[in-house]
């Protein structure tokens, strides 16, 4: 064939692409448009109210999965199977299917694109030269702000097969990124795809280098899994957890651009936040707060509450008088305590059980059995209540710890053999008396009480810290068992600590979780330094630590930098790699910080894509007024809706973010702030995808020398 020729039948093979790109949109229109029409005329097909209620929510959902972003590819990937078998299905032989975000099919119910969760289509990622599993090409696609402009063909069952070197592939994970966190599923690799595929009961932890994708196969795999467990995951729930607000906003694109408009996002502050927070620990006593030891403490002091019955009920019943002897309340207090219960729980079966052994007497002397109105009267009976409160009285979760950080007795005991007298000193020292006159109260009247737990006269008075809160929690988990999630997506999960895991281990016990992070950056002061230790913490010491040490975000003259720091950090992992040899380094000493800065920003916005300004968090502030005084717009990492192409970032929220260009000032600076300073530079060294530039007057932190 003239190369002529060839050209003709490549321009004849992308017109027919395109039009089957637009007929998929037309299609996934009118599937839109049958939802819309359903869910404005559900009531009345409904057979009642709850079924019209519960139709109503199905079709606002379904609506939301099928909304079309016109600048994003509804497919980005075709497999040709072979025609002579040779596939684990031969109904695939000799058969094409695209490949896309989601399923769309015309109106006869042929699929146009299949989801890429769809069993066949985890041969795109899977196959390869070497085993083609029956698929004989495998096309990518090249989009332009959603229209179709090249495509690239793997003849698999040739042995040709490009990897990296795609040119498609290459120029998707390299495409310079301003906003949100994007999608992944057209660059999905091998090993990713191994993961995203794990199945549900399968807890697995991801110890991800720089730029490996370990935040996306997270997010993808949340979405596989409620594509393939959808009614159970439903109806149990998924919850990503991230560091906080901004990496949430950063991220939230990502699953309602695969249809998933469903699952929870939280911080693990937002799922302790039964109280505010209004105060601040000192870090040493937000250390030991966080110490799993005090969970044991908390045990204790709800065990404590549980007492000995000291003389027998006696209960009026009209003419009648029933009465519970020593022995039987001594036994039904024992048989509850070995149950193993949560304490309100507990609480309630003895309160059940009492009420048991007064029915059987009443139905011995009455020959029949006592309706429900006698059951609810006997339960409420003040001799009942009494010896309730006196065995097992009410708690509240602020209460008991209330109780023992005003109490030194009560801890005392709690923590005996647990923590030493000058951890106790320290736990209480660690908070001001709220009484008027005491310190507490004079801080608050001020508006100033940041140091420390203000213990006020009843816990609703008392100002807590974030350590506080998680105790709190701890405590109510042993009071009540929480609502669990089927699946819980835990990112950035090495500065968790001992009683953070515990937390979202009480939400995830019938549940199981993927797990996210890097040792080399954990920066809080509990940061976890082997995953076994945060995994036994999270309930799961079974589940599978897997690496991923090759990244194809963070350019490797970029890595190479970064891992100058690692000897430094004392965590035993392997050092990043990337396959990318495009991006750009420019470290460099500079008379006037500032200056330097808004002349590297401007350099920067030269180029296509978002652009980080990362600096000490003091220095923030200073950097962005320079910027808008030099006519330069930024936006905050939180502000993800403004147009803005440069955002100034202190390092202590950069974590999970990437931006295109990298500025970091004075890495000297970022350093001394925090006592892990080098794994916080570490993280702000690696958040560049194409171009790094460190700008310092002070020297460099010895490492990087």
């Not at 997010?219 to 594509?227: M, T």
């Not at 502050?269 to 620990?281: C, G, H, I, Q, S």
């Not at 005003?406 to 320290?426: C, N, P, R």
């Not at 035993?572 to 006037?592: I, N």
Request: hydrophobic share 45%; with cysteine; charged share 25%.
């Amino acid at each position: 064939m003239t190369l002529h020729a060839q050209e003709q039948t490549l321009d004849g093979e992308l017109v027919a692409e395109r039009a089957h790109l637009d007929a998929s949109r037309a299609a996934l229109r009118r599937m839109r448009e049958r939802a819309e029409a359903l869910f404005a005329t559900g009531d009345k097909v409904a057979g009642d109210a709850y079924t019209a209620e519960q139709l109503g929510r199905h079709m606002a959902r379904r609506v939301a999965e099928l909304a079309d972003d016109p600048t994003t590819p509804l497919f980005f990937g075709r497999l040709d199977f072979d025609r002579h078998s040779g596939t684990q299905d031969a109904d695939h032989a000799g058969r094409e299917y695209h490949v896309g975000r989601r399923h769309v099919t015309d109106e006869r119910g042929e699929p146009l694109v299949l989801d890429w969760r769809a069993p066949v289509s985890r041969l795109f990622y899977r196959a390869s030269a070497r085993d083609p599993q029956g698929v004989a090409v495998r096309r990518r696609f090249g989009f332009s702000n959603g229209a179709l402009t090249s495509f690239e063909d793997e003849h698999l069952d040739r042995g040709e097969e490009l990897g990296t070197a795609s040119r498609i592939l290459t120029a998707e994970i390299e495409r310079p990124r301003v906003g949100p966190m994007r999608d992944i599923v057209a660059t999905i690799q091998p090993e990713q795809d191994e993961l995203v595929r794990a199945d549900l009961a399968d807890s697995i932890c991801v110890q991800g280098a720089p730029g490996t994708g370990k935040t996306a196969v997270g997010l993808h795999r949340a979405a596989y899994l409620l594509y393939l467990h959808r009614e159970r995951l439903r109806r149990s729930g998924v919850l990503i957890v991230g560091p906080n607000r901004a990496f949430l906003s950063y991220i939230a694109a990502v699953l309602p651009a695969l249809g998933e408009v469903e699952v929870e996002q939280a911080t693990v502050e937002d799922l302790v936040a039964r109280v505010p927070v209004r105060a601040v620990d000192d870090p040493t006593v937000a250390a030991l707060k966080h110490d799993v030891r005090m969970a044991e403490v908390l045990r204790r002091a709800v065990d404590a509450h549980i007492g000995t019955p000291t003389e027998p009920i006696m209960v009026p019943d009209g003419s009648f008088r029933w009465r519970i002897g020593l022995e039987p309340l001594h036994r039904l207090v024992e048989e509850t305590r070995r149950e193993g219960l949560p304490y309100a729980t507990g609480r309630e079966r003895v309160r059940a059980r009492v009420v048991g052994l007064l029915q059987r007497q009443s139905e011995a002397r009455r020959a029949e059995s006592p309706g429900d109105a006698w059951l609810r009267r006997a339960g409420k009976a003040k001799p009942v209540t009494a010896f309730l409160d006196a065995v097992w009285p009410a708690l509240t979760p602020e209460g008991l710890l209330h109780r023992l950080l005003s109490d030194a007795d009560a801890l005392a005991t709690a923590a005996d053999g647990l923590l030493t007298a000058d951890e106790q000193a320290l736990l209480r020292g660690g908070t001001a008396a709220g009484q008027p006159g005491g310190t507490g109260a004079a801080a608050g009247r001020r508006g100033a009480a940041t140091t420390g737990t203000t213990l006020g006269r009843t816990p609703k008075a008392t100002r807590w810290t974030a350590a506080d809160a998680v105790l709190i929690d701890e405590a109510a988990g042993l009071l009540e068992r929480p609502a669990g999630y089927g699946h819980v997506v835990v990112d950035e999960a090495q500065d968790l600590s001992p009683m953070q895991c515990r937390a979202i281990a009480r939400r995830s016990e019938h549940g199981s979780i993927t797990l996210l992070g890097d040792l080399a950056q954990g920066t809080a002061p509990w940061a976890a330094t082997d995953w076994r230790e945060s995994l036994a913490h999270l309930g799961k010491p079974d589940a599978a630590v897997v690496p991923l040490s090759v990244g194809f975000r963070v350019p490797a003259v970029v890595v190479a930098f970064a891992n100058r720091l690692l000897p430094a950090l004392a965590v035993d992992v392997p050092p990043a790699e990337s396959l990318r040899r495009d991006g750009a380094l420019d470290v460099r000493t500079v008379a006037d910080l500032t200056a330097a800065t808004v002349a590297e920003v401007r350099a920067a916005l030269a180029h296509d894509g978002s652009v980080g300004v990362i600096a000490a968090d003091d220095a923030v502030d200073g950097l962005r007024a320079a910027l808008a005084a030099a006519g330069i717009e930024t936006a905050t990492a939180d502000d993800l809706d403004t147009v803005a192409r440069v955002t100034v970032v202190p390092a202590t929220l950069v974590k999970g973010l990437e931006y295109d260009h990298v500025v970091v000032v004075e890495p000297a600076a970022i350093v001394a702030a925090e006592p892990r300073g080098l794994h916080r530079l570490y993280v702000v060294l690696t958040r560049a995808v194409s171009r790094l530039a460190v700008l310092h007057a002070a020297p460099l932190p010895a490492p990087l020398g």
